[in-house]
């Protein structure tokens, strides 16, 4: 991974140091930045982002930023909110969201034996082999708080149950997400995010 | 011991490392004193803390603002907690969520049975101060969640620090009304205490300090002893 010049997309969210942190754990620099041409030259990009869709949509598109996502050509990951940033459409305030994916993201429905917001680790199952999840068994728990999520569709690469399945990670292109944080999900979060940066453009 | 005599466990560093390697699903620091004192956390050790763990980790204590929570979320934090300045102003609960969203906004209660009724305590953390409120626990935590806090922790003061069981009767009553996880907290004090507050008051997490740090046994037994009990857990 030495090489690896990692850009975090400014989207205005409170919680980048842990995500910071964690990229320092594995040796990898990286910078908080909202500027468009340190984005587009870093060798991977991630999204990350607490808070709101719709909120952290303005930002992105006053900024400018939305397009420049949109048309990256690097590994990007989004986390978590950013994740749900790469869907079409977002039902948290009916937010227009970047469109990488065609998928839309749902309100997660609370019952006695699924709160919402979904907090806490949950397994997470590979529906195909892939080097985002190289040496991480099918079936590691990872640390979740969501009360929004995509649903599993084409571009699903793994699910995690809340009642029902949910997408946990997907890919298209040069595009990844986890609705996951695996900033803060311990052995397996490492080994996920190493495995990013070990994805080459 | 109950909320009395607080004890100095050792460097939080030291511990908050060890307690990660071990196993722990999540770490909550508490600095009880915080409210009482009407000063807020020492942030300096956050950062720290955030540095060290790959696991959650919450920040509790007199945070009394917007700002304040920003400051420790900033610091890397993934959630905060209120408790009594909540009580005094739970406009507070609504400004956090609209700002950083109901996931990382945490609410601890301090409860006891008076009378016929469970109620809120308030500035739990000194005994020079602590004093009862006008609150009923469970309107108090409908108004949470209505004003969008995104987990309770529910500290159950007959029970804590004596390790005689955590509050089943009143955890469960208070699950009923929950939609948002609740987390169990006050009377762990061995591992079946843990299975029934899981199985009988199906709480989402249960939360223990004295017998961690006196070594009554260690979280990978008691993770474990879970596991082979059927509860689901991360071994």
Redesign the interface.
């Known amino acids: 991974m030495s090489g690896a010049d990692v850009a975090i997309v400014d989207s205005g969210g ?5 995500l910071q ?2 990229l ?2 594995l040796g990898v620099g990286s910078t908080l930045t909202g500027d468009p041409r340190t984005i587009e030259s870093a060798s991977h990009v991630i999204l990350p982002g ?3 869709a719709a909120e952290a949509m303005r930002r992105l598109s006053q900024s400018g930023l939305s397009k420049v996502i949109a048309d990256l050509r690097q590994p990007v990951l989004g986390i978590c909110l950013g994740m749900q940033l790469f869907a079409r459409f977002s039902e948290e305030e009916r937010t227009e969201c970047l469109g990488i994916v065609p998928d839309s993201a749902e309100k997660l429905r ?1 019952s ?1 034996q699924a ?3 979904n ?3 949950c397994r997470v199952r590979q529906s195909a082999t892939h080097k985002l999840f190289a040496g991480i068994d099918c079936g590691s ?1 990872f ?1 979740f ?3 929004y999520a995509i649903g599993c569709g084409e571009h699903t690469l793994a699910t995690a149950d809340h009642a029902t399945p949910f997408t946990a990670v997907l890919a298209y292109k040069n595009f990844f997400a986890s609705q996951f ?1 695996p ?5 397996a ?2 080994k996920f995010l190493s495995n990013f940066l070990r994805i080459s453009s | 011991m109950q909320f009395r005599e607080h004890r100095i466990v050792g460097d939080i560093l030291e511990l908050a490392e060890k307690y990660s390697r071990s196993g722990a699903d999540e770490i909550v620091f508490y600095d009880i004193t915080a409210s009482p004192d009407g000063r807020t956390v020492d942030r300096t050790w956050v950062n720290k803390v955030a540095a060290l763990l790959d696991i959650p980790f919450c920040v509790a204590g007199g945070i009394r603002s917007v700002a304040d929570a920003e400051e420790i979320l900033g610091h890397g934090a993934d959630k905060i907690s209120v408790n009594s300045p909540a009580l005094e102003n739970p406009a507070l609960i609504s400004e956090l969520a609209r700002r950083f969203g109901s996931q990382c906004v945490i609410l601890g209660v301090d409860s006891r049975m008076v009378g016929e009724s469970w109620q809120v305590y308030q500035y739990a953390g000194d005994e020079n101060r602590i004093t009862s409120t006008s609150r009923a626990t469970l309107e108090w935590i409908a108004e949470a969640q209505q004003r969008g806090v995104g987990e309770i922790v529910l500290n159950c003061m007959n029970r804590d620090g004596v390790r005689n069981g955590y509050d089943i009767d009143q955890l469960a009553t208070a699950k009923n009304s929950c939609d948002v996880p609740l987390i169990a907290s006050g009377g762990a004090g061995v591992m079946q205490d843990f299975e029934e507050v899981f199985n009988v008051a199906d709480v989402s997490g249960a939360l223990a300090a004295s017998v961690f740090h006196d070594h009554s046994f260690s979280i990978p037994d008691l993770k474990q002893y879970l596991h082979m009990a059927d509860i689901e857990v991360r071994l």
Not at chain 1, 14 to 18: D, V
Not at chain 1, 183 to 187: D, K, P, V
């Open positions: 409170a919680n980048i140091a842990s942190y964690a320092d754990r607490v808070g709101a609370p006695p709160p919402v917001p907090i806490g680790w728990y640390y708080v969501h009360s944080h900033e803060r999900s311990a052995a979060g490492a």
